[in-house]
């Protein structure tokens, strides 16, 4: 009889132990059926990631390709926003709950770009992109150029500069200058000519003059093109796009030639301001004065400034 005791509690024991490592039974844990916080957590963060899923449609914008508009002319398009379902799970997955605010996007080009377009003059950036470019012509004076780069510099605004040939021959150390401060630097072809009254050849020689000398003096060969007086034919057009460059012209002038009060050039700019705005200066006594209020009024309208390649990119 103690022999058959001995066996019964020996086997009793083995149950015991394989009930012990049994990973959905443990005698010696609390196994209350009310704790399956395991569970839920994972039922609620599939919920809500397919919360997400059924939502993005509603956040989703299709991309806008380039087109040329009748009046604005070459315009760029708009990069498509699609919501990156799992970098947005992963945001909301803390709280478990979904949050417009937390969502991540990501961006989708057209299928066209601005690249892609014929010949055509630019004017603008997209309409609904929230910046605008300060273009600055110059074709004479220095004395202003540096105040305005320290404004420039303290703002943290990168600007476009269009330089005369003539001129960035003859104030090198201020285009190198504009240059090393991060600006863009385009051409005004070589002395400031009326472009529609030259000749196939002498349109080339103006905007290659031009080139040849900012790249000596940058190593950049610049890529836009800002006619003098914005004046500029079908030719002028088709010489730039064939030296692989763009165009460039205005939609809100400061007049700062004229030499306006700063209230005045102010009001003038913000009454014309819109998204994608291109905004033309030269560097006078009115945009010295002028161009921090200029900054300070743009910005608290709630736009970005940025130099042209940014204002035409395809970016959000």
Not at 235 to 250: G, I, R
Request: net charge negative; hydrophobic share 40%; charged share 25%.
């Amino acid at each position: 009889m103690q022999r058959i005791r001995w066996i019964v509690i020996f086997f009793g024991f083995i149950i015991i132990m394989g009930l012990s490592y049994n990973s959905n039974y443990n005698p010696f844990v609390n196994n209350n059926l009310d704790d399956l916080s395991f569970v839920d957590v994972s039922k609620v963060e599939n919920v809500l990631y397919k919360e997400i899923e059924e939502k993005s449609e509603l956040y989703n914008e299709a991309p806008q390709d380039a087109y040329i508009d009748k009046v604005w002319k070459k315009t760029p398009g708009r990069n498509g926003l699609k919501i990156n379902l799992e970098k947005s799970y992963e945001q909301m997955k803390e709280t478990g709950e979904f949050k417009k605010s937390l969502l991540v996007y990501d961006q989708i080009p057209p299928n066209v770009s601005l690249e892609e377009l014929p010949p055509s003059p630019i004017f603008r950036g997209h309409p609904e992109k929230n910046m605008v470019a300060f273009l600055i012509n110059v074709s004479w004076g220095s004395e202003y150029i540096p105040d305005i780069l320290e404004v420039l510099k303290e703002n943290n605004i990168k600007a476009t500069f269009f330089i005369e040939g003539k001129w960035a021959k003859e104030n090198a150390e201020y285009v190198k200058m504009i240059a090393e401060q991060g600006h863009i630097i385009g051409n005004h072809a070589y002395n400031h000519p009326d472009m529609t009254r030259l000749s196939n050849q002498a349109i080339l020689e103006q905007i290659n003059q031009t080139n040849d000398v900012i790249k000596a003096i940058t190593g950049k060969r610049p890529k836009w093109f800002a006619p003098p007086s914005g004046s500029y034919s079908e030719h002028v057009v088709d010489t730039a796009d064939n030296l692989e460059m763009e165009t460039v012209m205005w939609t809100v002038d400061t007049i700062d030639w004229k030499n306006p009060e700063v209230s005045v050039m102010i009001n003038r700019v913000m009454d014309k301001l819109h998204p994608g705005a291109t905004i033309l200066m030269h560097p006078t006594s009115s945009v010295s004065k002028g161009l921090p209020q200029l900054i300070e009024a743009i910005k608290a309208k709630d736009y970005k400034i940025g130099t042209i390649e940014k204002l035409l990119s395809e970016e959000r």
